[in-house]
């Protein structure tokens, strides 16, 4: 190990845990400029600390990694702790590795006269969030790997971080062991407008199946679209909810018991404060994580600039009926509905227009070697199932499970289940 990553263990009943802090540059192509501390947890059974260690790379992106408090949470980390140590990685911008925030200190040097993201100019927060895309986060995890002293490790990404283990395809393949996706084989090359035409066409599917299941539901949602555009619908502390925010709701039918959840919320008297406080929580994009909203469609960029890729694509039928739901997909008015996220905005309009830089290289991708398997959900709601089989097709040691058996959260829905298959179809222990 290196000198300067600093770990500190502690244990939990039935589990180790090692606290990991490294630094690593801010910008990887300035290897001496400002850093950032990046932290991971190393998680074991009390007997397993020898064990080869499986990367977990979260969904988002923008969210910390899970923080486990026994053996069985999250669901799927019984079974992966059978064989591996896990290290949980808050990718870098959230979590303790210099969490993103408009008042969050600044890693030292990272803005010449501004110690937060409050304190800088909107060019200055966007040249600041361009360094925190998935080649960074692959960048920050080989150097953890290098100080850790591992030839090489395994990962399991899901959704988003599923983009991040093709991008450590693509990079870094010779620090892979094996590769497992859950609902996470993004599309490689500049078509990312048809991804989201194809995710819009799927949402207004998933709406009308939806209300077909509960008729009554469709009136009261377009009531709560009335008194959004009116501006009175309102969550705790007075803040109006627009209806693009309101629409957003519809990312509750990409999980599993989703339509029974939007359902439960709908049925709650809209006056009521239970209705409120649902309503708050239930919406995907909030200030606790602004990377999710502000860098979300720059994961889809590959070699393009976004240009607000989910309003340009959007259909008619969709923007003239607030009853037909959207999924992850970033509308700028967002940033006009939520005064948490308006301070984002200049900053987003900005790296919406911003060239992305190519992430995964095909000729690499096809070299990779690296023995891994991927879960393509039938009918997922983000990550279209065409788009990722043809992803699969460039990596000669990948072996793809379709199933419609889960839907994009199938990793954590399934307990055990889905990571169980996937080692076994990774080791060649279960057919395709």
């Not at 607030?322 to 308006?342: K, N």
Request: proline share 7%; with cysteine; glycine share 10%.
């Amino acid at each position: 190990m290196t000198t300067d990553l600093r770990r500190t263990d502690w244990t939990l009943p039935g589990l180790h845990l090692a606290d990991l802090i490294l630094p690593v540059p801010l910008d990887h192509a300035d290897p001496d400029g400002s850093r950032l501390e990046l932290f991971a947890r190393l998680v074991s059974r009390p007997d397993g600390e020898d064990l080869p260690v499986l990367v977990y790379l979260q969904g988002g992106p923008g969210s910390e990694a899970p923080r486990p408090l026994d053996p069985t949470s999250p669901p799927w980390l019984p079974r992966a702790l059978r064989e591996h140590r896990v290290l949980m990685l808050d990718q870098r911008g959230t979590g303790r590795s210099a969490p993103v925030g408009l008042d969050a200190p600044l890693p030292e040097g990272a803005i010449p006269g501004a110690r937060t993201l409050r304190e800088a100019t909107s060019a200055q927060q966007a040249r600041y969030l361009q360094l925190f895309r998935a080649d960074a986060i692959v960048a920050d995890a080989e150097l953890l790997r290098e100080a850790l002293g591992l030839e090489r490790w395994s990962l399991l990404g899901q959704s988003f971080g599923g983009f991040t283990t093709l991008r450590y395809l693509s990079a870094a393949a010779h620090g892979v062991e094996k590769a497992l996706f859950t609902g996470g084989l993004p599309t490689v090359g500049p078509g990312m407008d048809e991804v989201y035409r194809t995710t819009w066409a799927g949402m207004v599917e998933r709406s009308e199946r939806y209300w077909a299941r509960f008729p009554g539901d469709r009136d009261r949602f377009r009531r709560l679209a009335d008194a959004a555009a009116a501006g009175t619908l309102c969550v705790p502390g007075g803040r109006a909810v627009g209806v693009e925010s309101l629409r957003r709701l519809g990312h509750l039918l990409g999980a599993s018991q989703g339509a029974e959840r939007l359902h439960l919320l709908l049925e709650l008297d809209p006056a009521s404060p239970a209705f409120a406080h649902d309503l708050a929580a239930a919406l995907p994009f909030s200030g606790r994580n602004p990377l999710y909203a502000v860098i979300h469609e720059s994961c889809w960029a590959d070699g393009v600039a976004t240009r607000w890729a989910a309003d340009r694509t959007m259909p008619n039928e969709v923007a003239e009926d607030p009853t037909l739901l959207a999924g992850e997909h970033v509308h700028r008015e967002l940033f006009a509905e939520d005064p948490e996220l308006a301070p984002w905005a200049e900053a987003a309009d900005l790296l919406a227009e911003h060239g992305w830089h190519r992430l995964y290289d095909e000729q690499a991708l096809r070299a990779a070697e690296v023995p891994g398997a991927a879960a393509v959900y039938y009918d997922d709601a983000y990550v279209p199932r065409e788009f990722s089989m043809a992803t699969a097709g460039l990596l000669p040691g990948l072996r793809t499970w379709v199933t419609s058996e889960h839907e994009h959260n199938g990793l954590r829905a399934s307990g055990e289940g889905v990571l169980d298959h996937l080692l076994d179809l990774a080791a060649g222990l279960r057919a395709a």
